[in-house]
């Protein structure tokens, strides 16, 4: 079992940056594949960017060239690299584990990140 915290949102102004960072612990995390999400109150959850066992990613095309997903499998933590956020940036951003193949998926509690000025 997978427990996943995240943390270092916040609030930030238009332009400004933010890490966040998704804990992992009860299992080592190197072999699954780890993303980030983000929901907004009314609509569904929407992936923002994952990275692979392997160090692949991939991003949702409204943070390309602005955020950077990375892994630290020794410290079995995930970051997110926010950089010119924007109002629309605005949502609870969740950490998910999955192991592909093995029908396992975990989640963390979230933590809101808010662009305002």
């Known amino acids: 079992q997978v427990q996943l915290v995240e943390s270092g949102g916040g609030l930030v102004q238009p332009g400004g940056s933010l890490r966040l960072s998704c804990a992992a612990s009860g299992s080592r995390i190197r072999i699954y594949t780890m993303g980030w999400y983000r929901q907004t109150p009314g609509k569904q959850r929407e992936v923002v960017a994952s990275i692979y066992s392997g160090g692949s990613t991939n991003y949702a095309d409204s943070v390309k060239g602005r955020f950077t997903i990375s892994r630290d499998n020794a410290k079995d933590t995930v970051y997110l690299q926010m950089n010119n956020l924007k109002p629309e940036d605005t949502a609870v951003y969740y950490c998910?584990?999955?192991?592909?193949?093995?029908?396992?998926?975990?989640w963390g509690q979230g933590t809101q990140v808010t662009v305002s000025s």
């Open positions: 998910r584990a999955t192991l592909p193949g093995y029908g396992l998926e975990h």
